[in-house]
């Protein structure tokens, strides 16, 4: 068989074992950020090209050119399979780059292998398997085709590399800076410096402001304001992923050199700062390279100690995986690789499994021993609540409760079945207690809102005000204080809630209904008729809605 030919079939073969080793997560459901980041998009899901551009446009996009898929999945509520294939494909292609770049100092065979054990190796997991991550997977597929075109000699080749690196995740501007480096170090030429250092620079320097707040506020402002740590904003990754690189860099300098680098999710403080400085002088002042191994491991220690609340924990560390084949290729035989690779593939299939149901990903959370437990024990009562297991999610909110009497969303959970349950005193009463604790959490306020009118309340217009201050987008708060006005015969005031309703979703019958009768009670009813005039002649009305006879209309259907 000639070269050529085994060339062909090796990049047929290696994404194919890897889609193997990965089956049992693909029919897994959407997971946190995916609900934001891909099912609640709707410049992704409508492929709206000029918004996609806004915000990592790279991994938008891709997610815009499967939308009919993610449209289909969400209307026949069928798992998003085709979208985890696609990241099991960018995860192979980064593995086919990282192997040709072994193929510069290595035989075939040995940078086959080594491209193959980071396929199936399991520390990418969470990475593949979670939709939201594929910003990290692009944003790695770009840093190694940088790196490939740096170490081959043709460093020119790395500058849109770098841009679709950047595009695809704001983190990947410093790879111009690192990549410059390594051109330095592994070839002797000052030139790249040049080239890529100005845009890296460039990158540092934009970063700047938020570093500077990072060093007194780690935490982003959703997570603080619903009673979490909070986590690094995310323009200041970058400062997690400076850290690292100054451990990362002694090793290129030994000549274990060409990792690529990316945030791990470990956060940033001066004392984690220092602990990277120093581990860095020890390690290129007196370390033999096989101690280099754990200090890989390292930096994972962090999530046993600190009360980070990032629960899919090797999630912005998958690129730091890359510095597992590099290190094998210098102290393993190709034998030794045969079986760490057999026993990635045992790996890889169980923890790919985990991924098979909400139950099984954040019981697998809890059993990590990584992480701010509370969050956990919230998303994992969700998963209950939705598989009917009420008196499980009932106790998995109480226990996030337990260890964080801050958590907002537990809260609101737990209420919404207390008031299911016929408990509405009980569900105001956690709510009160969730804005006394949580006085910025705008959703808060609009469940303590809604469960404050359905007791008859008057109260509730004040807490749909405060969520609306907080959060002018929310669209329910802002359609219950538009009724409010409406019945008070202030209709210039219910105009503008419900104005403010439908910025948010344009197309909802119930705004569209409401503002309609609300124009015509300004006297303006042919622009009202403008709106509702496809709708059928005998609309039910719900809760959301203004009744007609409040203005002298005919008697309608009731739900």
Same mark, same amino acid.
Request: aromatic content about 10%; proline content about 5%; overall charge positive.
């Given at each position: 068989?000639? =070269? =050529? ?28 950020? /995916?609900? /934001? ?39 026949? /509520? ?26 510069? @100092? ?30 990290? #997977? ?43 480096? $390594? ?33 007194? *506020? ?30 990362? !860099? ?26 990277? $400085?120093? %581990?860095?002088?020890?390690?290129? #002042? ?12 390292? +930096? ?6 600190? +009360? ?11 690129? %730091? ?23 990635? $593939? ?16 954040? &019981? ?24 009917? *297991? ?7 909110? *109480? ?30 009463? !956690?709510? &009160? ?13 609009? @469940?303590?809102?809604?469960? !404050? ?7 509730? /217009? ?67 008729? &403008? ?29």
């Amino acid at each position: 068989m000639t =070269g =050529g030919h085994l060339i062909a079939i090796e990049w047929i073969v290696l994404p194919l074992i890897t889609l193997a080793v990965y089956w049992p997560m693909l029919f897994g459901p959407f997971v946190f950020d /995916d609900l /934001d980041a891909v099912v609640g998009n709707r410049a992704v899901r409508e492929r709206n090209w000029k918004r996609l551009w806004l915000w990592r446009p790279i991994a938008n996009l891709s997610y815009a050119f499967q939308s009919r898929s993610i449209n289909r999945t969400i209307a026949t /509520d069928h798992q998003p399979v085709s979208l985890k294939i696609v990241n099991v494909l960018i995860h192979s292609a980064t593995a086919l780059v990282l192997r040709q770049i072994l193929l510069i @100092d290595h035989s075939n065979q040995t940078a086959t292998l080594a491209a193959l054990l980071f396929a199936v190796h399991p520390f990418a997991v969470n990475a593949v398997s979670y939709i939201s991550a594929r910003a990290i #997977l692009l944003a790695t597929f770009g840093g190694m085709l940088g790196l490939w075109a740096v170490l081959a000699g043709y460093p020119l080749l790395a500058v849109p590399a770098v841009a679709f690196a950047a595009l695809a995740k704001e983190d990947g501007l410093l790879f111009a800076l690192q990549l410059s480096l $390594i051109a330095l170090m592994s070839r002797g030429e000052w030139w790249p410096l040049l080239v890529l250092g100005p845009v890296g620079a460039f990158a540092v320097m934009s970063y700047l402001p938020q570093l500077w707040k990072a060093f007194s *506020r780690t935490g982003s402002v959703a997570m603080e304001e619903g009673g979490l740590p909070g986590s690094l904003p995310q323009p200041a990754h970058a400062l997690v992923t400076a850290t690292e690189a100054l451990i990362h !860099l002694p090793l290129w300098l030994l000549g274990l050199g060409q990792s690529t680098l990316h945030s791990s999710g470990i956060g940033y403080s001066r004392v984690r700062m220092w602990i990277a $400085i120093g %581990i860095a002088a020890t390690m290129f #002042l007196t370390l033999p390279k096989f101690i280099l191994i754990l200090i890989f491991i390292s +930096p994972w220690i962090a999530y046993l100690i600190l +009360p980070t609340p990032e629960q899919l924990t090797e999630t912005r560390g998958y690129a %730091i995986g890359l510095a597992i084949p590099f290190l094998v290729t210098t102290f393993a035989t190709d034998i030794s690789m045969i079986v760490l690779i057999a026993l990635s $593939i045992i790996m890889t299939w169980r923890s790919a499994g985990h991924w098979s149901s909400l139950e099984r990903i954040w &019981k697998r959370s809890l059993s990590t021993g990584c992480g701010e437990k509370s969050r956990a024990w919230q998303e994992l009562g969700a998963a209950y609540r939705d598989l009917g *297991r009420l008196d499980d999610a009932i106790l998995a909110f *109480r226990e996030a409760l337990r260890l964080n009497d801050r958590l907002a969303p537990a809260y609101r959970n737990l209420a919404r079945m207390c008031a299911v349950a016929g408990h509405l005193p009980e569900s105001i009463d !956690l709510l &009160k207690r969730a804005v006394e604790r949580c006085p910025a959490h705008a959703p808060a306020w609009e @469940d303590l809102g809604l469960a !404050l009118e359905s007791a008859g309340l008057s109260e509730a /217009d004040s807490a749909y005000r405060w969520a609306t201050r907080l959060n002018p987008r929310l669209d329910f708060s802002q359609n219950r204080l538009g009724l409010f006005e409406f019945k008070r015969g202030n209709f210039a005031g219910a105009r503008l809630r419900f104005e403010a309703a439908l910025a948010v979703l344009s197309s909802n019958d119930e705004y569209l209904w409401n503002l309609a009768l609300t124009l015509r009670s300004l006297g303006l009813s042919e622009e009202g008729f &403008k709106l509702v005039g496809h709708f059928p002649p005998n609309i039910n009305l719900t809760a959301n809605m203004i009744n007609p006879t409040l203005i002298g209309q005919p008697e309608t259907t009731k739900s």
